[in-house]
Structures are given as C-alpha cells and as structure tokens.
Nanobody, 114 residues
Framework: QVQIVEVGGGWAQPGGSLRLSCEAS????????MGWYRQAPGKQRVLVAS???????DYVDSVKGRFTISRDNAKNTVDLQMNSLKPEDTAVYYC????????WGQGTQVTVSS
C-alpha cells in the first residue's frame, strides 16, 4: 500500500507564492505519471497538473504559466510551485497517480486571500 504525504500548504495573499511537496512511500512511484489535484469547497476534486516519468508536464488552462510541477524519482517526491496565486486557487491540494489512484493522502490546505 502506497502512502502519500502532502506538505507545504498555507495562506498566501493574491499574487503570492507557495510550494507544495508530496512524498510517496514506495518505489513504484518511479513508473507512473503523477499529478496534483485540488478540491475546492463544495466542488469535485480535479487534476490541475501532471508530470510523466520522463518529466513531461501538462496543466489545466487555469494554472498554466503560474504553476510548475516537477518530480524527483530518486526521492519519490513531486513538487508544485505555485506563483501568482489567485483566490480561486483556494482548495485542498492532493497528489496521486494521474491514471488510477493509490489511497488518497490528507492533502494540504491552500488559502489565498487578502
């Protein structure tokens, strides 16, 4: 059973930055495309960014140019650098596989407000 831990959330003002990090407990991490998801209050969880094992990235339009996803296969970690944050980025952020899913972690809360 893969365990996922997400850290790095918090509060930021609009226009600010936060960096999230996710660590997976097992080596199978290295063979799957990973993603960062978010779930805003009252809404479904959605994928916002993904990174393949080779490092190719993809983003939803709402975060393109502002968020950067990266991975370190040696450390089993996936990071999400979030810049130019907007209030609509407020959500609980999770990481998991892009295709299929392991058990979800606790997520990390990101709040953007003035």
């Amino acid at each position: 059973q893969v365990q996922i831990v997400e850290v790095g959330g918090g509060w930021a003002q609009p226009g600010g930055s936060l960096r999230l990090s996710c660590e997976a407990s097992r080596g199978t991490f290295n063979s799957v495309t990973m993603g960062w998801y978010r779930q805003a209050p009252g809404k479904q969880r959605v994928l916002v960014a993904s990174v393949t094992t080779a490092g190719a990235t993809d983003y939803v339009d709402s975060v393109k140019g502002r968020f950067t996803i990266s991975r370190d296969n040696a450390k089993n970690t996936v990071d999400l650098q979030m810049n130019s944050l907007k209030p609509e980025d407020t959500a609980v952020y999770y990481c998991n596989r892009k295709y299929g899913s392991w058990a979800w972690g606790q997520g990390t809360q990101v709040t953007v407000s003035s």
